[in-house]
């Protein structure tokens, strides 16, 4: 090799070789993006999208009842159980997604329906309040509020205090990371893990992978957006606290064994990747999982193989954790 070969830079290839993010999707997730339009984070949209969704009530499989956490503002949860199961369960504590302001708990439902009989886990889920009307920390607060109930009602509600842990997906995730950095520095119960698919963590957009143009489902004017209801002016400032932004912790260690998986075609990408890897360093138990040409939201394809592979491998994880 010649000097010259030595001393030129090899060409910049970037994270992504192109940064026109739909050209990396799966083709089987074409059909997913027909249902998405460009405007569905937007202030205007908003009102038509909060519709109330269909909850499945109680099966045959999963008995569901209602609850609250008092005083106001009031906190709704809603506990999933197996039919015939007797003895404390483990307890997934759940929150949805939706960027902040979007969602229900009633998004809940399906998954708790494989889920509770499955594992033989008992859910919580938490309708937590939504931005912009309510910003950070009311969610926050809201879902630790509802985490906290649940361990205090242990004993009637049928939960294993021991085998306790939080899950969320997008919003969701970012929120059950969240709880998890809040409920150990507050020390007033513990978690036995972390489960996060797809989770918002950082609202700085500053990697390679959150300012890809043309990323299909939820893109960066959309994180900006969410991002901007739920702290205000403060978004993508130095004031931001963790538990807002979980990607800004700086010390990550004592945290519950932790789970993330995300798409390798998701604006999160980075983040998801970067926390997983700290958390690891932070000598935190972590499985990060990362699906190729997956978007953001692509458990919304169900049928699709990644979407498959996804659900075996946090199927998995839960099993063991849980043993």
Same mark, same amino acid.
């Given at each position: 090799?010649?000097?010259?070969?030595l001393?030129t830079?090899?060409?910049?290839?970037?994270?992504?070789?192109t940064?026109?993010?739909r050209?990396?999707l799966?083709?089987?997730?074409?059909?997913?993006?027909e249902?998405?339009?460009?405007?569905?984070?937007?202030?205007?949209?908003?009102?038509?999208?909060?519709?109330?969704?269909?909850?499945?009530?109680?099966?045959?499989?999963?008995?569901?009842?209602?609850?609250r956490?008092?005083?106001?503002p009031?906190?709704?949860?809603r506990?999933?159980?197996?039919?015939?199961?007797?003895?404390?369960?483990?307890?997934?504590?759940?929150m949805?997604?939706?960027?902040?302001?979007?969602g229900?708990?009633?998004m809940?439902?399906?998954?708790?329906?494989?889920?509770?009989?499955?594992?033989?886990?008992l859910g919580?889920?938490?309708e937590?309040r939504?931005?912009?009307?309510?910003?950070?920390?009311g969610?926050?607060?809201?879902?630790y509020?509802?985490?906290?109930?649940?361990?205090?009602n242990?004993? %009637?509600? !049928?939960?294993?205090?021991a *085998?306790?842990?939080?899950? @969320? &997906?997008?919003?969701?995730?970012g $929120?059950?990371?969240?709880?998890?950095?809040?409920?150990r520095?507050?020390?007033?119960?513990?978690?036995?893990?972390?489960?996060?698919e797809?989770p918002?963590l950082?609202?700085?957009q500053?990697?390679?992978?959150?300012?890809?143009?043309?990323?299909?489902v939820?893109?960066?004017?959309?994180n900006e957006?969410?991002?901007?209801?739920y702290?205000?002016?403060?978004?993508?400032?130095?004031?931001?606290?963790?538990?807002?932004?979980?990607?800004?912790?700086?010390?990550?260690?004592?945290l519950?064994?932790?789970?993330?998986?995300?798409?390798?075609?998701?604006?999160?990408?980075d %983040?998801? !990747?970067?926390y997983?890897l *700290?958390?690891n360093?932070? @000598? &935190?138990?972590?499985?990060?999982? $990362?699906?190729?040409?997956a978007?953001?939201?692509?458990?919304?394809?169900?049928?699709?193989?990644?979407a498959?592979?996804a659900?075996?491998?946090?199927?998995?994880w839960?099993?063991?954790?849980l043993?």
């Amino acid at each position: 090799m010649s000097g010259s070969d030595l001393t030129t830079p090899p060409p910049d290839r970037g994270v992504m070789a192109t940064t026109d993010a739909r050209s990396l999707l799966s083709p089987e997730f074409q059909p997913l993006l027909e249902g998405f339009s460009e405007g569905l984070f937007e202030a205007a949209a908003l009102p038509s999208l909060r519709v109330p969704l269909p909850g499945l009530g109680s099966t045959e499989r999963v008995e569901r009842t209602e609850h609250r956490v008092t005083p106001a503002p009031e906190v709704p949860l809603r506990v999933h159980r197996p039919i015939g199961v007797a003895g404390p369960l483990p307890c997934v504590f759940s929150m949805h997604g939706g960027g902040f302001v979007l969602g229900s708990y009633d998004m809940d439902d399906q998954r708790f329906e494989g889920w509770c009989p499955e594992l033989g886990v008992l859910g919580v889920s938490v309708e937590y309040r939504l931005a912009p009307e309510s910003p950070y920390p009311g969610a926050l607060e809201d879902c630790y509020r509802g985490i906290k109930w649940a361990y205090d009602n242990a004993r %009637e509600l !049928g939960i294993d205090r021991a *085998r306790m842990g939080v899950y @969320g &997906v997008s919003a969701g995730g970012g $929120l059950a990371a969240a709880l998890a950095l809040l409920v150990r520095d507050r020390g007033e119960m513990t978690l036995a893990f972390a489960l996060l698919e797809s989770p918002m963590l950082d609202d700085r957009q500053i990697t390679p992978s959150s300012t890809l143009d043309n990323l299909a489902v939820y893109n960066k004017q959309a994180n900006e957006f969410c991002w901007q209801c739920y702290l205000g002016d403060a978004a993508g400032g130095p004031e931001v606290p963790y538990y807002a932004a979980p990607a800004r912790a700086l010390d990550l260690s004592g945290l519950p064994p932790t789970f993330i998986s995300v798409g390798t075609v998701d604006g999160f990408r980075d %983040e998801d !990747g970067d926390y997983g890897l *700290r958390l690891n360093q932070a @000598g &935190v138990p972590t499985e990060l999982h $990362l699906y190729p040409g997956a978007p953001h939201g692509f458990q919304l394809s169900p049928e699709s193989a990644v979407a498959r592979q996804a659900e075996r491998d946090s199927d998995e994880w839960l099993r063991r954790i849980l043993r």
